[in-house]
């Protein structure tokens, strides 16, 4: 059975930051694509990075370029994300997810149930 188990949320003033990390099982880790995405309140949900089996390829979404930091461990199945300068807007619920594919591009397969960010100004 897929798992993706993230954990790490919290509140944090602006200029704060927070260190997600989600704990994968039930498929090879080093395989994939994992990806992390966050949906804010009465928006939809948007990606907000992605690494590729490798660790090679990296991707953010700009609103978060120079702050946010993917890294992935596959000796420990368990992708982080160190958020730094965190301000309101980053406030969601962030969610990691598998892509069964070595590359990351849309459409990810499971997803995990996601970790509360509350950046307060």
């Known amino acids: 059975e897929v798992q993706l188990q993230a954990s790490g949320g919290g509140l944090v003033q602006a200029g704060g930051s927070l260190r997600l990390s989600c704990a994968a099982s039930g498929f090879t880790f080093a395989d994939y694509a994992i990806g992390w995405f966050r949906q804010a309140p009465g928006k939809e949900r948007e990606g907000v990075s992605c690494m590729g089996s490798s660790g090679g390829s990296t991707y953010y979404v700009d609103s978060v370029k120079g702050r946010f930091a993917l890294s992935r461990d596959n000796a420990k199945n368990t992708v982080n994300l160190q958020m730094n300068s965190l301000q309101p807007e980053d406030t969601a619920v962030y969610y990691c997810?598998?892509?069964?594919?070595?590359?990351?591009?849309?459409?990810?397969?499971?997803w995990g149930q996601g970790t509360k960010v509350t950046v307060s100004s």
């Open positions: 997810a598998v892509r069964f594919s070595s590359i990351c591009s849309a459409g990810f397969d499971y």
